[in-house]
């Protein structure tokens, strides 16, 4: 069952075993799960329930609009800024992500146990976890018949140079490589929990409420006992109607920055003082490469292949071709002479990206009025690495036969040639002048053993609040330097299934 504010005409009070809050990666999976174990969940979502058969993707500014927090336009405040972007609607950033699937390296899960006592995330314990994900939303490599010509040319630059590269694994099933996995899968192919888990939670009686916004956790003597939120009008954000959900066992599953501003505005502190803190952000560096030959990016999946020769420095890139409008924020032009520019390049353009595995922080902070500011400070180590990651990205391009690449540099923008490189190391940059975006946002609400240590327990509940679990991207205690979703939603099984283990515990 769907209720959506156009559909209420009265405030809304229910009682469940279980409420999740937030559709993505972590809050679909959990809701399914646990629904499918015979408990009553009830699922709500801000933003609303767009169906594969309403994406228009010739329209990038309504999918924006209808599917990303702020129409894509939230950043954080640091030197540089950096834009971040991340779902609002069922299914969360899944939705709106490339698909690419990784489980956790084995260097991250052994650095949790040793310093955050996570000693039951082995990989062979996480194995069923990962392997069940992969088998709802269909995790395999990308078809031959839908790879892209950008990806080939990635690849054909990174085996020139002799640089290992990784046929990407992404969840899919029938991909006819529509390459709009970014403003919402128009087949569905992409198998995202929007087709996979959330129709399986309908299936299974568990209730979805949409467009609505939860204000507040509802606590009564350190424990959890449901959230209080309201009906949002979609169009004008008027407040339809209020919302209170009691129930036994309260997850909070909002992304990184939602989720602990959700707590903090429920009056929630962690003794660890780590509640907000430990923002960490993947930052990408984009690269663009022009060459002779046509390409036709838009043809074809996106992230075919990503390199992984420098995963262990904490580096890895891939190409991914983005609508026009997004594709052209990647240059400082504007205007006519612009326009002429974009018809030029277009079609025979590389759009890459290289992610960087970072050790710098960024945290959140509550404001009142509901809300957020989010700061991130690139320190020094990430800022090398990520010109590290530019100059060889640059490197790849000219190996395939580039003419020019552009890159993410305020004072050093296009360079000709593979000996242009070096202007990289040569120019006097600044973090400042460096222009950077991030899609994987994590870390928030981390976990571990030591309530002086972390925010949540290894089963994702609370250390200071019982009945209330965490399970999205804020539960991870450091950057995991691969694409997140798997992980998250691996971690959101194991914690489903430990929840119904011991669901006498909370049923009081
Ligand atoms: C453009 C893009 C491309 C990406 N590509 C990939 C990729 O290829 N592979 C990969 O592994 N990862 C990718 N990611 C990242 C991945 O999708 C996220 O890491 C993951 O979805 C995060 O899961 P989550 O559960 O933490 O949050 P989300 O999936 O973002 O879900 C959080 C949900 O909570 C809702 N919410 C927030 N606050 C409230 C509230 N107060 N009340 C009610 N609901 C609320 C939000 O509206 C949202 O729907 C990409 C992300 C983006 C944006």
Redesign the pocket.
């Known amino acids: 069952m769907i209720i959506d504010s156009g559909q209420v005409t009265k405030n809304i009070d229910e009682t469940c075993d279980v409420v999740v ?7 679909s999976v959990m809701a399914k799960e646990l629904a499918e174990r015979g408990l009553s969940v009830i699922l ?4 609303g329930y767009h169906t594969v058969e309403s994406f228009n993707n010739t329209d990038t500014i309504n999918s924006l609009v209808n599917l990303y ?1 702020n129409a894509g336009g939230t950043f954080l405040a640091g030197k540089p800024n950096v834009m971040y ?5 069922v ?4 939705t ?7 489980r956790t390296p084995d260097k991250i899960l052994k650095r949790w146990q040793w310093e955050f006592g996570l000693t039951d995330l082995t990989p062979k314990k996480m194995e069923p976890f990962h392997h069940r994900v992969e088998e709802i939303i269909s995790v395999k490599p990308v078809l031959q018949e839908s790879m892209n010509n950008d990806s080939m040319i990635l690849k054909r630059g990174a085996d020139k140079l002799g640089y290992q590269t990784r046929a990407n694994l992404r969840n899919h099933n029938t991909c006819v490589g529509a390459n709009q996995c ?1 403003t919402g899968c128009p087949t569905g192919g992409k198998q995202p929990p929007l087709v996979t888990y959330i129709p399986a939670f309908l299936k299974a009686g568990g209730k979805l409420i949409t467009h ?3 204000k507040k956790i509802r606590l009564k003597n350190r424990r959890a006992t449901g959230v209080k ?1 309201v009906m949002i009008d979609p169009v004008t954000k008027a407040v339809r109607a209020k919302v209170k959900i009691r129930s036994k066992i309260t997850i909070v ?4 920055v ?1 989720t602990p501003a ?1 707590l903090m505005r429920s009056g929630i502190r962690s003794a660890s003082g780590a509640l907000g803190n430990n923002l960490f952000i993947h930052p990408n560096t984009k690269v663009l490469g022009v060459f002779d030959e046509p390409i036709y990016g838009w043809k074809g999946v996106n ?1 075919a292949y990503q390199i992984t020769e420098f995963i262990d420095e904490g580096i890895i890139m891939g190409v991914n071709f983005i609508p026009p409008g997004i594709f052209a924020l990647a240059f400082p032009f504007y205007g006519g002479g612009f326009l002429n520019t974009m018809k030029e390049i277009f079609n025979h353009s590389v759009c890459g990206a290289a992610l960087i595995e970072d050790t710098s922080r960024g945290r959140v902070i509550n404001l009142p009025f509901d809300q957020v500011v989010t700061t991130y400070q690139l320190n020094a180590r990430d800022f090398e690495l990520a010109k590290r990651a530019t100059a060889l990205l640059a490197e790849i391009y000219f190996a395939a036969g580039a003419k020019r690449v552009y890159l993410p540099f305020r004072n050093l923008h296009e360079i000709n040639s593979i000996d242009e490189v070096r202007k990289i190391y040569t120019t006097q940059l600044k973090p400042i002048d460096l222009e950077l975006m991030s ?3 994590m870390g928030t609400c981390r976990m571990g053993i030591n309530s002086q240590q972390s925010v949540v327990n290894p089963s994702g509940e609370l250390h200071d609040v019982k009945g209330l679990f965490v399970a ?3 539960l991870f205690p450091s950057s995991i330097g691969v ?4 992980t ?1 939603m691996a971690l959101a099984t194991r914690s489903a299934f430990l929840i119904s283990e011991n669901i006498s515990r909370y049923m009081i």
């Open positions: 809050v937030g559709s993505g990666a972590g809050g709500i979502e801000e933003g927090r972007a991340e779902g609002c609607c299914g969360g950033s899944t709106i992500n490339g698909g690419m699937c990784w970014i609505c916004r939860v939120g599953c909002c992304g990184a939602q959700l992230q899609v994987h946002i999205d991207a804020s694409n997140p979703q798997q998250i």
